[in-house]
């Protein structure tokens, strides 16, 4: 099993309101639908799977958004592939093993164009960043 894509098809950020107090910031993935795909890798065609995603993070109390949509393409064992459209197509659930893989991958991509874009539009940064304190030395 192989991540061999991943795009956005839609970038969104918006910042709304003046910040004014405490901002709450949350994060959600969602997998918005799953298809199968035939993939052309040099001359061989093999099917694989394109999961299409929303990314979504949200500052609260309405202060802005920040919306990713994409794609993300993913090639496995005939097998697998059927099991995973099966199981989709049936209650629109991934096995555990796929999901955390498309999900990780979807994560890494997102969270770094979420914080690009905070920064751009001069929002809270949407992940914790590392902080330096800096205190006098132990002696």
Do not use: H
Request: net charge positive; glycine share 6%.
């Amino acid at each position: 099993m192989v991540v061999v894509g991943f795009n956005f098809t839609k970038i969104n950020v918006e910042r709304k309101n003046p910040l004014k107090g405490k901002v709450k910031i949350t994060n959600n993935v969602a997998i918005k639908k799953v298809e199968v795909k035939d993939l052309a890798l040099g001359k061989a065609k093999q099917q694989g799977l394109k999961f299409t995603f929303e990314f979504v993070t949200k500052y609260e109390p309405s202060f802005g958004e920040i919306n990713l949509v994409g794609d993300i393409l993913y090639m496995d064992q005939d097998k697998k592939i059927k099991e995973v459209t099966e199981s989709w197509k049936k209650n629109k659930s991934v096995p555990k093993d796929v999901m955390a893989q498309i999900l990780n991958n979807i994560l890494n991509k997102c969270n770094i164009q979420a914080l690009i874009l905070s920064q751009q539009i001069n929002m809270p940064a949407p992940i914790p960043l590392p902080k330096v304190s800096v205190g006098e030395k132990k002696k």
